[in-house]
Nanobody, 128 residues
Framework: QLQLVESGGGSVQPGGSLGVSCTVS????????IAWFRQAPGKEREGVSC????????IYADSVKGRFAISRDNAKNTAYLQMNSLKPEDTAVYYCAVTYRIMIPQSECTIDSNFDFWGQGTQVTVSS
């Protein structure tokens, strides 16, 4: 069974940077899409960014474009989300998710129902 374990996150002041990582194990194929989602208290889960198995295709939500960077190291079975210029509205629990459906349209990779496997989440808090 595929498992995802997130690490990183924490607390930072506005304008600061944080990174989160997601290590994948138990996969049957290395061809999968990894996405990051986040959920703030009282809000719906939001797709943040996606990266395809080759690392060549990435997608970002408008709210994080230019500030966040997604990457993956297939040798380490790990994906990363580097978050810069953080704002208080970035405060949320961040989840990584995986789907084997690599043919999903890029426009749909931030839809949570397209993902089958989820990590436990890691808290990111941006506050002065």
């Amino acid at each position: 069974q595929l498992q995802l374990v997130e690490s990183g996150g924490g607390s930072v002041q506005p304008g600061g940077s944080l990174g989160v990582s997601c290590t994948v194990s138990g996969f049957r194929s290395k061809s999968f899409v990894i996405a990051w989602f986040r959920q703030a208290p009282g809000k719906e889960r939001e797709g943040v960014s996606c990266i395809w198995h080759s690392g060549g295709s990435t997608i970002y939500a408008d709210s994080v474009k230019g500030r966040f960077a997604i990457s993956r190291d297939n040798a380490k079975n790990t994906a990363y989300l580097q978050m810069n210029s953080l704002k208080p509205e970035d405060t949320a629990v961040y989840y990584c998710a995986v789907t084997y459906r690599i043919m999903i349209p890029q426009s749909e990779c931030t839809i949570d129902s397209n993902f089958d496997f989820w990590g436990q989440g890691t808290q990111v808090t941006v506050s002065s």
